[in-house]
């Protein structure tokens, strides 16, 4: 089964700052990768999604994610956030061809103080 | 095009009760599947329905079940609460089993 690993869940920064969040999974196979962003009492948003092609993609917001295979490596990033982009984010992954479970990351607390 | 809509947003049960949440899946969706969320073990994957036919299960004792109609509605079913289950329980849709789902607003259930 496929598991995934996000670090240092609580992040606290300026707005105008960087913001860059990792995303490390495990599983043998090819796999579909997403974030996805639940901001203060909303629901679960897809962020941004790779499925093949180039491992550079662009979501909503002016968020970023880079795909490193050799890595097993899924990063978001955004270079100047916003008071309104406080939120969770999380991380998931899914097999290619193989079940639609999704697997999920424990989340990044981001906190953009103004 | 309407979201995925879940019902009720809130519940309060008491330990040994049932529930049944309900699920509505994007129009046109075929496949839900129901997470849980808790502050302790995050999201975690309860079961996929696809067709009217459960497809994946997670690791969840038997008390969990589940059902999809023909219209691909979808309700989820906890009998003999525990205290543990109370929980914020997503329903996601996506089409044809297709990677990328779509989650609605969750149902709150705390169970006293």
């Known amino acids: 089964a496929q598991s995934v690993s996000q670090h240092n869940h609580h992040v606290i920064l300026s707005e105008a700052a960087s913001l860059e969040l990792g995303c490390n999974y495990s599983y043998g196979g090819t796999v579909n990768l997403f974030w996805y962003v639940q901001y203060p009492g909303q629901h679960l948003q897809l962020l941004l999604k790779?499925?093949?092609?180039?491992?550079l993609v662009k979501g909503i917001k002016g968020f970023e994610a880079e795909f490193i295979k050799s890595k097993f490596s899924f990063n978001l990033r955004k270079p100047s956030v916003q008071w309104s982009d406080t939120a969770e984010y999380f991380c998931?992954?899914?097999?290619?061809?193989?079940?639609?479970?999704?697997?999920f990351g424990k989340g990044n607390q981001v906190v953009v103080i103004p | 095009k309407a979201g995925v809509t879940q019902t009720p947003r809130y519940l309060i049960k008491t330990r040994g009760q049932q529930v049944t949440l309900s699920c509505s899946p994007i129009?046109?969706?075929?496949?839900v599947s129901w997470y849980q969320q808790t502050p302790g073990q995050g999201l975690q994957f309860l079961f996929e329905?696809?067709?009217?036919?459960?497809?994946n299960k997670g690791n969840f004792p038997g008390r969990f079940s589940g059902r999809q109609f023909s219209n691909s509605r979808s309700e989820m079913n906890v009998s003999t609460l525990e205290l543990g289950d109370s929980a914020l329980y997503l329903c996601a849709s996506s089409m044809d089993r297709g990677p990328e789902q779509y989650f609605g607003p969750g149902t709150r259930l705390t169970v006293t």
């Open positions: 790779y499925f093949s092609g180039d491992p």
């Open positions: 998931a992954v899914t097999p290619v061809g193989g079940n639609n479970r999704l697997a």
């Open positions: 329905y696809f067709s009217e036919t459960q497809r």
């Open positions: 129009s046109g969706h075929r496949s």
